[in-house]
């Protein structure tokens, strides 16, 4: 199948004299299902419509967007894959050189808040055009949100872009059905009923009816106690099952979300992924050296949707929804043989896996009818005990995976829920993980060890973390595989003290965990950790939470995680002197740094001290590390 016309003459060569939609993205144009663009407009394609993609488009010049002339019935706009702004910035707010979705992975293709300024330069040349606003940028912003980079409370993005409609979270159906009532010659007006959209009428339009009422725009520019409560009610009703309308005031208009689309059932998603994506990019970025994100997932198979971990700091649950949907497994062993046919694949599959690898279950019986709980997560800080635990569904695909010829191995890359693991009674899943399925290091996320951080995090203590460490270690020795667990660890999110920040140093310290990169909390709009950092206010307790926001005391914390770094060493000694743990300054073994050198006051050289930095190759515990005994060395010289 050949890729959707991406210019005007490819748009002749079809034979076309018109297009029916225009899809304007900030990403260059991959044609693979893990890119939302490329399944949007597939789907599309293949429900009968003519679609031109219109990529990364000169926001500086209309030329690009007068191209296709005014498409017959609209334009679909999104930033890409990831909000626009951190695709831009670091979390130090600086400039990144880098960008993964664009061909030749330079930054620059693409403008700062990209759905807003393509949407506005389609509002002025095309006026009386549909403009539906998607992807992840417009569904986090379509409330009031926080917005990191203005430290300021912007409006719902429907405002700023001047669009008709923001489609939130997974787009398929809501797309299908807004097409197919505007071909029907239907005005927008008429696809204001249609779930999983947003929409803004007059204050004076409104007809009052049942819904939750969120704080107003202004409200919660004024009140970090009203921004909270309407973090929360966001969230809330994010459900398919039970989510009702939200309305939240912005001036004389007023914003209406309708519930949440139904996630897309087996059926459907097999159907999404069997559609005939060219897994690849367009020839014309070949000379420019083609798209780097699509060679981590390039034979990667999505096989569900959902996550039901919830984390405070993560977008999922705001955008896709907690509720997990699988795809068949014949769906799966039919993607993985389209592969064989592939000259690039050379037997490897990088992934089975999504949000989180390894559900395929919806949390609990309950929630098919009653939806997923307001005020209970699944997972933390303990697991729920209506919770279903089971691997057998997905260690059957794995093992059909492992039997085709030409597939040489089947890795999970894209992370587990090791406490949804250690909650199965069955150790099955967990001995073939460890035999047949990790390349080396498997990743997976503790993000902290501090009680009191971990329960803002919304994530579970950290003793399941360290039983689940024993037993990967245990059964990795026995089958005498050189494996490493590689841990994810946030420094500065709400919550973390510059104590709990010296107590995740002293926990590397003792598990001999040295990071080689630190995360700091990336305040994104729409979760309930960016709500927190803004507010100081817990939504669920509505307690105060401590926040570090100082440059000062974020890069102690995060020095702190890599106190065995030489040119940390000076700000690490700072940071335990304000800590009150001057006792961790000295030779002694249980202590993080040495005293300054008056020789060497900043490389950290001083006599009898040697760096452990890069001690430790892959990141994670090391087998052969000398610092800390390793417990688990009678069970690597033990042959199987």
């Known amino acids: 199948m050949a890729f959707l016309p991406m210019n005007i003459k490819e748009v002749k060569a079809r034979g076309w004299d018109e297009v029916d939609f225009v899809y304007v993205m900030g990403d260059s144009y991959v044609d693979h299902p893990s890119f939302g663009a490329a399944i949007i407009t597939r789907v599309l394609e293949d429900c009968g419509y003519k679609v031109a993609v219109l990529s990364q488009p000169d926001w500086k010049n209309d030329a690009d967007f007068l191209q296709f002339g005014k498409p017959r019935l609209g334009f679909f706009v999104t930033a890409g894959n990831i909000d626009s702004m951190v695709a831009h910035y670091t979390v130090a707010k600086r400039k990144r050189s880098d960008d993964a979705y664009t061909a030749g992975g330079k930054n620059g293709k693409r403008p700062d808040r990209a759905v807003t300024v393509y949407s506005n330069i389609i509002r002025r040349l095309y006026p009386d055009s549909v403009i539906i606003i998607g992807g992840l940028e417009a569904s986090l912003r379509r409330f009031a949100h926080y917005d990191y980079w203005k430290n300021a409370v912007m409006p719902s993005v429907l405002f700023d872009s001047k669009a008709d409609i923001i489609s939130y979270g997974m787009g398929e159906l809501q797309t299908i059905e807004m097409a197919k009532r505007l071909s029907e010659g239907y005005p927008v007006e008429a696809l204001y009923d249609i779930r999983g959209i947003c929409y803004a009428v007059k204050t004076s339009d409104y007809v009052p009816k049942t819904v939750v009422e969120l704080p107003s725009y202004e409200r919660v520019c004024e009140s970090k106690k009203d921004y909270a409560i309407a973090a929360r009610k966001e969230l809330e009703e994010a459900d398919a099952v039970r989510g009702k309308t939200l309305i939240q005031r912005h001036g004389n208009f007023i914003l209406i979300q309708n519930p949440p689309m139904q996630p897309l059932d087996t059926k459907q998603l097999d159907y999404v992924y069997s559609l005939p994506y060219e897994r690849w990019y367009p020839q014309c970025y070949e000379k420019l ?59 490897y599959i990088s992934d089975v896996g999504g949000p989180t690898a390894n559900f395929r279950l919806p949390s609990c019986e309950k929630q098919k009818k009653a939806g997923l709980c307001k005020s209970r997560k699944c997972l933390a800080p303990t697991p729920c005990p209506n919770m279903q635990v089971s691997h057998t569904e997905y260690l059957d ?9 030409g597939i040489k191995k089947v890795f999970i890359r894209s992370g587990i829920r090791f406490d949804y693991l250690m909650e199965d009674q069955s150790d099955e ?23 009191a951080v971990l329960d803002r995090m919304g994530k579970p203590h950290i003793e399941t973390y360290k039983k689940f460490c024993d037993k990967f270690y245990k059964l990795t020795g026995r089958m005498s595989k050189d494996q490493y667990i590689v841990p994810y660890l946030m420094s500065s999110h ?9 107590e995740l140093a002293l926990f590397c310290k003792r598990e001999n965990i040295h990071p080689k990169q630190v995360q700091d909390f990336y305040p994104t709009p729409g979760t309930i950790s960016t709500c927190m950092f803004y507010t100081g206010i817990d939504p669920y307790t509505m307690k105060e939470v401590y926040v570090p926001k100082t440059e000062e005391e974020k ?86």
Not at 494 to 502: E, I, M, N, R
Not at 590 to 610: A, D, F, I, R
């Open 289 to 347: 050296g083609g798209v780097p994100g699509i060679q981590e997932v390039l034979f990667s198979i999505t096989h569900n949707r959902g996550c039901f971990g919830a984390c405070n700091f993560c977008s999922l649950a705001f955008h896709q929804g907690r509720a997990v949907t699988v795809r068949s497994k014949q769906s799966v062993i039919d993607e993985a043989k389209s592969f064989l046919n592939d000259k690039r694949f050379k037997g």
């Open 397 to 405: 695909i794995l093992r059909e995976l492992r039997k085709l010829d």
């Open 555 to 640: 890069s102690m914390q995060r020095a702190l995680l890599q106190y065995f770094i030489p040119e940390n060493k000076q700000k690490v000694i700072k940071a335990l002197i304000k800590a009150g743990r001057k006792d961790l300054i000295g030779y002694d073994s249980k202590c993080l740094v040495q005293p300054m050198s008056n020789q060497n006051n900043y490389k950290g050289n001083n006599k009898g001290q040697k760096s452990s930095y890069n001690s430790n190759k892959n990141n994670s515990r090391n087998r052969n590390g000398k610092q800390t005994k390793d417990k688990f060395a009678k069970y690597r010289r033990k042959k199987k």
């Open 429 to 451: 899943f967990f001995e073939e993980l460890v035999k047949y399925h990790i390349s080396g290091q498997l990743r997976v996320a503790p993000e902290h060890c501090s009680a």
């Open 494 to 502: 709400p919550g973390s003290t510059l104590k709990d920040a010296v």
